[in-house]
C-alpha cells in the first residue's frame, strides 16, 4: 500500500508537508511528478512549486537523489524494501485546479502535488491528514478509520479535497446516487433553490445515459470575495471556484448552475468517453489529442442544453447562452485560419491564452456550436427519433464501459449510425477544414424555427472602424482589430493606446468623441511604444464587427415547430 501524509504547519508560509511512502523491489526507483492535469490539456510544470525534496530508506537513512527531469527524480533502492519521500509544495493559488493552504483550509488537488512510481501505480492509496481537528474535510475519498483512501494512484489524482472548518454542506438523491454540495468560503447558500435546480438536471443526465459512471459524486464550491470562474471536472467530484460572494445567488446564480451542469456532464464525457490518446493517461508528457472539440465542446452544448431541457433554464436565458457561443465564434478571426480539430491538438501550444492574433479557435466556442449543429442535423435525418444524446449514449456503453478510448472515426460512425447519412463533408468542412460556419448555422437555426441576427455593434470603433479596445485611464487600448477593416487598413497595431481623436484628447470617451465626428475624417492620436504620432483611418462604405442574437422566428411554420419540439425533447 502507498501512504501519503499531508500537513499544514505554519499555513502563514503556505507550504503544505507532504510524506508519501513507495514499497520497492527494484535497484533503482524513479520518482515522477505529473506533468499536467486532466481538464486542462497543456504543461504545467508543478515541480517549480516544491522544496527541500528528500528521500529515506526503511532504516530512516537519506539516500541520494538524482533529478532526471524537470519534474522525476531517480534513488538506488537496492538496499531498501520501501522509501520515504518528503517534501513541501507551495500552495498559494486558489482556483479550481491548484493547491491551496492559509489558515482556514487544506485544499489539494493531489495531480499537483503528489509523487508517484510507476510499480506502485495500481497498489491502494492510504491518505493521512494532519489537520486542526474541528476540521471537516470534503472530497469523494473514502473514510477509512481515522484516515482515507482511495483504489490507486490514478484515482488519487483524481480526488481532490477540502479540509476546512467552514465547510456548509447538503446533499440530494437521483437514480439511487447521492449527490453532495459543498461550499467553501463565505456565501449564504439558498439551499431549497439550489437543490431543486440541481437535481432537475442531475435527473434528466442520468435519464439521457441511462446509468452514472459512479456510485457517490461530490460539487466541491470554492466561493471566493473576488471575481472568478473556474470548473475542474473529476470522476467523482468536480471543483468549481466562483466569486464575488455576494453575487453567486444573484448575478452569479446562473452561472454556477451552467458550470455546475457543465461538470456533471464531463463525468461520461471525458472521464469515461475519453480520447484513445488519453486511455490512460500519460502523466510524463503531452497527451495530444485532436478531440478537444468533443470533450470540452460538447460538453458545454449538452451542459446548456439540460438546463434547458430540464426546465432550469428558461427559453431566454438558453437563447442567451448560444448567442454568446455564436457572438464569440465570429469575434475571432482565427476561424478563417485553422481547424477546431488543429485547435484541439495545440491546446498543448496555447490553447489557454489568447496567443498570436487570428491564429486558433477555441474548442469550448467552435465545438459547441458543431455539436448544436451535429445536434439537429441529426435529428432531421432521423427525423427526430435520434439525437447527439443517442450518440454519446452509444460512445458511453459500447467504447467507454469496454475499457476503450475514442477516436475521431468512433465519433463520425456513430453519428453516422444515428443520422443513417454520412457526415462526411461535415468533418472535412467544419471539423478538420477552415469552412465559414454562416451557410450551416443559419440552416440548423431555421430548421427549428429560430433565426441568426446581426447588426452593426453600437461601438463606433467596432462596428464602423473595426477595432475593440480596451479602457485604460483616460486612453485605450487597441486588442483587436477586424480583419480588412478601417483600422487595419490604416496601420493600427495591437497595443497602440489611443489618447485622441481628432485633436482632441479621449478623456476616457472614445466612442463618444467617434459618434461626435461621425462625418469626419478621424484622426487618431496614438502612443506607440513611447513613439508619438497621428494615423488617420480610411472610410470604408461597409461595417465590421457584428453584434449577434439568436431568437425564435415570429412565424414558424408546421414543420419547425414540431422540428424545435423533437430537439428539445
Known sequence: MVQFTFGCKNPNLQYVQIAAIFDTSSDVTEIQLPSWRPGRYELANFAKNIRNFRVFDDTNSVLHVIKLTKDSWSVETALTKSIRVEYNFYANELNAGSTFLDNTQLYVNPVNCCVFTEATYNEEVEVILDIPSEWQVASSLTKKGANWCVENTEELLDTPFIASSKLQHQSYECAGILFHVWFNGEVKPEWDRLINDFKAFTELQIARFTEFPVQEYHFLNQILPVK??????????????????????????????????????????????????????????????????????????????????????????????????????????????????????????????????????????????????????????????????????????????????????????????????????????????????????????????????????????????????????????????????????????????????????????????????????????????????????????????????????????????RAFDKWKR
Not at 477516436?407 to 457526415?423: H, L, N, R
Open 228 to 561: 472568478t470562474y473556474h470548473g475542474v471536472e473529476h470522476q467523482k467530484s468536480t471543483v468549481i471556484s466562483l466569486g464575488p460572494s455576494y453575487e453567486v445567488f444573484k448575478s452569479l446564480y446562473v452561472e454556477l448552475l451552467g458550470v455546475s451542469s457543465h461538470e456533471l456532464y464531463h463525468t461520461w464525457n471525458v472521464k469515461a468517453i475519453r480520447p484513445i490518446e488519453m486511455y490512460p493517461y500519460k502523466f510524463r508528457e503531452e497527451n495530444y489529442s485532436k478531440l478537444g472539440y468533443i470533450c470540452e465542446g460538447v460538453t458545454t452544448y449538452q451542459g446548456d442544453l439540460m438546463l434547458y431541457k430540464s426546465g432550469v433554464y428558461d427559453e431566454t436565458q438558453y437563447l442567451k447562452e448560444i448567442t454568446q457561443q455564436v457572438q464569440r465564434h465570429f469575434d475571432n478571426p482565427g476561424r478563417f485560419h485553422y481547424s477546431v480539430a488543429d485547435s484541439s491538438f495545440d491546446t498543448w501550444l496555447d490553447g489557454y491564452v489568447q496567443g498570436v492574433p487570428g491564429r486558433k479557435v477555441s474548442i469550448y466556442t467552435e465545438g459547441c456550436l458543431l455539436a448544436f449543429c451535429t445536434d439537429v442535423l441529426i435529428s432531421r435525418a432521423s427525423d427526430g427519433k435520434n439525437g447527439l444524446d443517442t450518440v454519446m449514449r452509444r460512445l458511453y456503453f459500447d467504447i467507454a464501459l469496454k475499457g476503450k478510448g475514442i477516436s475521431e472515426k468512433d465519433y463520425q460512425s456513430a453519428i453516422e449510425e444515428s443520422a443513417g447519412i454520412s457526415f462526411q463533408p461535415f468533418f472535412d468542412s467544419f471539423i478538420n477544414g477552415t469552412r465559414p460556419y454562416e451557410s450551416i448555422l443559419i440552416d440548423c437555426f431555421e430548421s427549428i424555427g429560430l433565426e441568426m441576427d446581426h447588426t452593426p455593434s453600437s461601438k463606433y470603433s467596432e462596428g464602423r472602424l473595426g477595432f475593440k479596445a480596451l479602457k485604460s485611464g483616460n486612453d485605450f487600448i487597441v486588442k483587436a482589430m477586424y480583419p480588412g477593416g478601417p483600422a487595419e487598413m490604416g496601420e493600427l497595431m495591437l497595443e497602440d493606446i489611443i489618447t485622441g481623436i481628432n485633436g482632441y484628447s479621449c478623456e476616457g470617451e472614445l466612442n463618444k468623441w467617434l459618434n461626435y465626428f461621425d462625418d469626419d475624417v478621424k484622426i487618431l492620436s496614438i502612443n506607440r511604444g513611447g513613439r508619438v504620432f497621428e494615423i488617420e483611418l480610411p472610410i470604408l462604405d461597409r461595417n465590421s464587427y457584428m453584434t449577434y442574437t439568436v431568437r425564435k422566428m415570429e412565424n414558424r411554420d408546421v414543420n419547425q415547430v
